[in-house]
């Protein structure tokens, strides 16, 4: 069994843009620029958010951190938005979900401009996406991508069953792996609440991706001799002999489970370190967009 090291191949991009934004940066180009929005004062959004900001910081890139009240109106935060999308200084925009109940999620996804929407949730992204077009892929299943290509695990005419259809990871993940390229030309099995047999289902897959957040859902009962298990799962769970009162879980057993795989990743130190070099890929790409030819 070997670990899918996710900091190790995350540090690993993040160290390739620093070196390509410091080019940009001799040659006289503009510098990537991210504007991320953090709502209210959610733990775990606080968490990502500064790793965000601080990954920027790393490679090189401006950030813009905007810390709204948890009461902002739904028309203050579009407005805000639009301010970002007309700023031409700001190539990339994310809000961090969730978020709350009085916003609508639909409509913040679709005031980002599509040319700067490096979460790539807007309709338009999603859709590039399905057409196998260039677009921004949303970070988490990209950043899964990036993985299996830095390890070359095979995905051709393999099945992989990814249990989960969220719009950030189960669905898009179930598209990218079925594109007819590497890493792709998958045949992938979507599983979610209503499924059934899924233990059966789980038990043919060459890959699985775990992506529900339910903690230790995927048991080494489900799991078949020498499968590749992507665990996408990072739910925070009470525990008091942790100083912060919780530690973090994924969708995987991973102590029962880790020795009948061939590659797993780990919760932490997975495909959430992943998710951020993903993001960066996507801002640097966004900046190197309005580079003129
Ligand atoms: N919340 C959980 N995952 C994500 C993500 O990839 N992007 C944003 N903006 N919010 C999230």
Do not use: W
């Amino acid at each position: 069994m070997e670990i899918l090291d996710g900091k190790l191949v995350s540090n690993a991009v993040k160290e390739r843009l620093k070196q390509q934004t410091a080019d940009r940066i001799k040659s006289g180009k503009k510098i990537p620029h991210l504007a991320a929005i953090l709502i209210g004062n959610n733990g775990a959004s606080e968490t990502y958010v500064a790793s965000k900001v601080k990954s920027c910081s790393e490679i090189g890139y401006k950030s813009t951190l905007i810390r709204l009240p948890e009461d902002i109106s739904e028309t203050s935060l579009l407005n805000k938005l639009n301010e970002l999308n007309d700023d031409f200084d700001i190539d990339g925009i994310l809000v961090q979900l969730p978020l709350p109940k009085h916003i609508s999620e639909q409509k913040v996804i679709e005031t980002i401009y599509p040319t700067k929407d490096v979460d790539g949730f807007h309709p338009e992204s999603v859709g590039r996406m399905v057409q196998g077009l260039p677009t921004f892929y949303p970070a988490t299943p990209y950043g899964i991508l990036l993985l299996l290509e830095h390890y070359k695990i095979e995905t051709k005419g393999k099945h992989v069953v990814v249990i989960g259809r969220s719009n950030i990871v189960g669905r898009p993940i179930s598209i990218m792996l079925s594109k007819n390229e590497y890493p792709g030309n998958s045949t992938v099995t979507v599983c979610h609440s209503h499924t059934r047999n899924l233990n059966e289902i789980c038990l043919q897959a060459d890959i699985i991706i775990a992506a529900l957040g339910k903690p230790e859902f995927l048991t080494s009962d489900m799991v078949k001799p020498g499968a590749v298990v992507v665990d996408v799962g990072i739910t925070r769970v009470e525990d008091s002999s942790k100083k912060s009162g919780f530690s973090i879980k994924g969708d995987v057993d991973f102590q029962n489970v880790a020795s009948k795989c061939s590659y797993i990743t780990p919760v932490p130190g997975g495909v959430g370190p992943m998710t951020i070099a993903a993001l960066m890929m996507n801002t640097f790409k966004a900046c190197a967009a309005k580079d003129p030819s």
